[in-house]
């Protein structure tokens, strides 16, 4: 027991006490003392772990327990030579390809109608962030490739749609031709006791209903080593074949305990390359640099999701590119998390920097909320605020007087707009007299000011990523609040006695409210009022103020909309708003209209004749969904 005890904590040596029934496990001795012990593998007294500091002044008895260190280095074995590589993009969290997100999924198809090399895979799993049914999803997607595909290839290199190349791939292709049969998977020595020791890798978890449940404890397998790292790998074609159709008593044992553990593929290729006639095919990297910050990413961030708590990158911004200063002359080439609505300009400057694409006409980043296509439920389950923007614009143009008078309207696609990061607003495309389709874009006229050099952000909203530090609707307008969110983030600790002063539109103070600093999270929830007068409809200011000196230290504005102002007949077509209140906030940026035979990937052709010369085609502009970006031309 004290010898598998250690194996799984990766010591090479365990000692046990004959008398107290103690077990130790050591990495490193004293090379002399090493020697002399192992000679004669005989029981010692007094001697001394030079990893740990501290003397033994008992009898024990020390053991090999057959641990052995691999994975270390790089030695390439042959020269630069031709590969095939299949990338295995799994996308998953807040941008899930379920069953019930067909949009993307749709998108995706058309992508492989035009694209021989790139195939959907056939079963569709919920990958929620740490649920079992992961890793059955990985070896299903090997099984397509070997048995359906055929498709000849080297390795495998799976990917998160938050994964960006840093090098050309011609670099990395001639780099894995180096290295045939090689397994390039992380795993961390180091933290093995941390993650042996933790109830997550202690319990057995189940994935039911789109939750992952914690049932009860697990019991190791005897005598083999467990390894733990990052779920992203790149695998050769001999170990997938393995790891998919091995039987041997090693890997059918692993493919069922690991199906029902969480975070299975953080731990089930390190576990099986090491245990298996694969160890010598093992290198300790998989290619990528990781932004992580622990005390912002290592949080409870995905309760809703599962009974566990766990580690996540955060985000690459622009303030981050000396990090990739050190990656030039290392075999690194790709990085991770990125994500364009919190921070595209990064993203642009390795496109423009690595590959030398002029992005200087690109199209702007949009992100789909609703499509025609989609079940009436995803139209249900935007928004109460997306709602009454959408019923704003809708109204702004039936009354359009190149429109007027129009017979039927019908929504087609809702998407936000970012810049650079920076969300700009929504666009909605529309069906009008069952005839032409326009697209309008409207603003967000919201004000944040900044007045004090301590602050470095002030925001309101819902629900935040608190990894971050972004609010996940950008949009500052809400429904008949009951609780909103303001973020307030310093660039430095400071003692300062502030408070936050919420004011109706008409410039009455509502709230004032006294608020500590936290420690990690600046975040603080704010009850809102209840909505009782068509005073409190309109643009509402939110004042960080220092109580010390009575000044104002940072103030923003929002949008407040009721339900009752939204009068209805149980029609959507005869809902009605006040546009005046709406339209300040949310003032119409421009009108385009669509060509029929208009897709992402159209190039640019003349004006409809039949539309009115001031709306131009929406393939000329670049906020719109049709206009050929740069980005797409493969």
């Known amino acids: 027991m004290c010898i598998d005890f250690c194996l799984k904590y990766e010591a090479p040596f365990a000692a046990y006490g004959e008398f107290t029934g103690h077990c130790n496990c050591w990495r490193i001795f004293n090379n002399a003392s090493v020697s002399n012990i192992f000679a004669i593998n005989h029981t010692c007294s007094d001697w001394f772990a030079d990893n740990d500091n501290r003397s033994i002044a008992e009898t024990v008895t020390l053991y090999r327990t057959s641990f052995v260190p691999v994975g270390t280095g790089f030695k390439p074995e042959t020269p630069p030579n031709q590969i095939s590589l299949v990338f295995f993009f799994l996308v998953s969290g807040r941008k899930s390809l379920r069953q ?17 090399n790139i195939v959907m895979a056939k079963i569709r799993y919920r990958t929620t962030w740490g649920s079992t049914t992961r890793l059955l999803a990985e070896l299903d997607v090997y099984k397509q490739l070997i048995e359906d595909l055929k498709w000849n290839f080297s390795f495998v290199i799976s990917m998160s749609e938050s994964d960006f190349p840093i090098k050309p791939i011609e670099e990395l292709s001639e780099f894995l031709s180096m290295f045939p049969n090689k397994n390039f998977i992380v795993g961390d020595i180091g933290n093995t006791t941390e993650m042996l020791e933790s109830s997550e890798t202690r319990s057995i978890f189940v994935f039911c209903d789109n939750y992952l449940y914690r049932l009860g404890h697990k019991k190791f397998i005897q005598n083999i080593v467990y390894e733990f790292g990052s779920d992203w790998t790149i695998l050769s074609r001999d170990f997938i074949n393995y790891v998919t159709y091995g039987d041997d008593e090693l890997i059918r044992g692993l493919r069922l305990t690991f199906n029902f553990s969480a975070l299975p593929s953080e731990s089930f290729y390190h576990t099986a390359v090491i245990n298996s006639v694969y160890c010598d095919k093992y290198i300790r990297h998989n ?26 990158p955060v985000i690459y911004r622009r303030s981050d590119k000396k990090l990739f200063a050190g990656s030039t002359d290392k075999p690194i080439f790709f990085a991770r998390k990125f994500d364009p609505t919190i921070d595209e300009n990064i993203i642009d400057w390795i496109d423009e920097k690595v590959f030398g694409i002029d992005l200087s006409d690109s199209a702007l980043y949009l992100q789909n909320f609703y499509h025609v296509e989609d079940s009436l439920t995803k139209l249900n389950d935007i928004s109460g605020a997306l709602k009454s923007i959408e019923l704003y614009t809708r109204t702004m143009l039936v009354k359009h007087p190149k429109f007027h008078p129009v017979r039927s309207i019908e929504l087609q696609q809702i998407h936000a707009v970012f810049e650079l990061g920076v969300f700009q607003g929504y666009t909605f495309q529309y069906t009008i007299d069952d005839r032409n389709d326009f697209e309008i874009f409207v603003t967000q006229n919201a004000h944040t000011n900044i007045f004090s050099d301590s602050i470095k952000q002030l925001d309101i909203g819902f629900t935040i990523d608190t990894r971050d530090t972004v609010f996940i609707d950008r949009s500052r307008t809400f429904l008949d609040p009951v609780l909103v969110t303001v973020l307030f983030e310093w660039k430095y600790k400071t003692n300062e006695d502030i408070s936050l002063v919420m004011k109706d539109p008409s410039g009455i103070v509502v709230t004032r409210m006294l608020v500590e600093i936290p420690e990690d999270i600046p975040i603080v929830d704010v009850m809102f009022p209840e909505i009782t007068t068509e005073c409190m409809i309109g643009i509402w200011s939110m004042d960080l103020v220092s109580n010390r000196f009575n000044n104002t230290l940072a103030s923003l504005d929002f949008l407040i909309v009721s339900v009752n102002e939204m009068e209805t007949n149980n029609d959507d077509n005869n809902l009605s708003i006040d546009v005046n209140i709406v339209d300040k906030f949310w003032p119409i940026a421009g009108i385009c209209s669509v060509r029929k035979d208009t897709n992402v990937c159209s190039k640019r052709g003349s004006k409809m004749k039949t539309i009115p010369y001031e709306i131009n085609d929406c393939d000329q502009n670049r906020w719109s969904a049709f206009y050929y970006d740069v980005k797409t031309n493969w």
């Open 100 to 116: 019930n997100e067909r949009y993307l999924y749709r998108e995706l198809s058309k992508l492989c109608d035009r694209y021989s």
């Open 287 to 312: 290619l990528r640099m990781v932004n992580w910050d622990r005390k912002r990413g290592c949080t409870c961030f995905n309760r809703d999701v599962g009974d566990l708590c766990g580690c996540s």
